[in-house]
């Protein structure tokens, strides 16, 4: 199968938006390379704004260009645009409700050797809870692509999570994202397995080694944590013995999280959050963080298995 990262096709993406928009401004951290804005760089270097290594200018600039009617997309890495950022992303971008898209790269865990102080586990949390954010995490390169154009088409602020690791290719070009609505991608009702980011592609293998077991499972493809698609949500409660939550963050205040809230109000059911257990990360590869941290279809299996008796 193949496999490319989320960043990369962010950066392919933001290159044909710009040949397509020329409002479209790209700022960076000094991370160009890693983040893959270098794409943008080399097609359009008077649209791309490096400030150094200086997030919080990044976010603050950022905002100052939205208010001219451009559309900014600020990257660096997830810990730092939601984390050393937090209050500029708050109070410079939310609280005005600017256009601008915070695309951060290095997500997660699975960013690898850097460890623990740059592998951001709680961005989601922090961004869920800032009012008016929108939070999307892409499940594969072709996902990136058509979300990017998407959020340059939304009015608002918009934070999208991307990743480091290449992961696999799971749709083609007839694939349609909306901001907003999740995609279920495998029917079944012993279990819905609701999964974000690269974890859509170890749901789809573990509901594989489900079936194995005679258990039939939902797979859902939730790209969009926030505003939550509940109608989506709701159906999986209504239709399943229970749900399985993955994500490669926090199973505090990420998908899982999200996701309770919302039944607990109107449907009560079982959710089962599977996810990083309140730990901070560690510096190894990220194909090795990812198992060491129990986020591979065997381990989301297991989790259904469990709960299933």
Aim: glycine letters at 8%; a negative charge; hydrophobic letters at 45%.
């Amino acid at each position: 199968m193949e496999k490319k990262s989320t960043r990369v096709a962010y950066g392919e993406a933001l290159v044909k938006l710009g040949k397509m928009n020329e409002d479209i401004v790209v700022l960076e951290a000094d991370l160009s390379k890693s983040t893959m804005t270098a794409y943008f760089k080399k097609e359009f270097p008077e649209r791309h704004i490096n400030v150094g290594i200086a997030e919080a200018d990044m976010i603050g600039t950022a905002a100052g260009i939205a208010t001219t009617g451009k559309i900014p997309f600020a990257s660096t890495f997830a810990h730092f645009a939601a984390g050393r950022a937090f209050d500029q992303v708050r109070n410079s971008v939310a609280y005005p409700q600017l256009n601008v898209k915070i695309c951060p790269t290095h997500a997660g865990v699975s960013l690898g050797e850097d460890g623990g102080s740059h592998q951001s586990v709680e961005d989601v949390a922090l961004m869920r809870a800032i009012p008016g954010m929108v939070v999307l995490s892409p499940a594969d390169a072709v996902e990136t692509e058509k979300m990017v154009f998407a959020v340059a088409e939304y009015e608002g602020p918009v934070y999208v999570r991307l990743g480091r690791l290449n992961i696999p290719v799971l749709f083609d070009e007839n694939y349609k994202f909306e901001i907003g609505k999740a995609a279920t991608l495998r029917e079944g009702n012993d279990v819905a397995i609701l999964a974000t980011g690269l974890m859509v592609s170890e749901a789809l293998e573990a509901a594989k080694l489900l079936e194995e077991k005679g258990v039939k499972a939902r797979v859902v493809n939730v790209s969009t944590i926030k505003p939550l698609d509940t109608e989506t949500v709701l159906k999986a409660a209504k239709e399943c013995k229970f749900i399985v939550t993955s994500e490669e963050h926090s199973v505090i205040g990420g998908l899982g999280s999200a996701v309770s809230e919302y039944l607990s109000e109107v449907h009560p059911a079982k959710v089962v959050k599977h996810g990083i257990q309140d730990v901070f990360g560690q510096s190894a590869d990220g194909e090795t963080m990812l198992t060491n941290y129990g986020l591979r279809a065997k381990d989301i299996a297991e989790t259904v298995l469990n709960n299933l008796k």
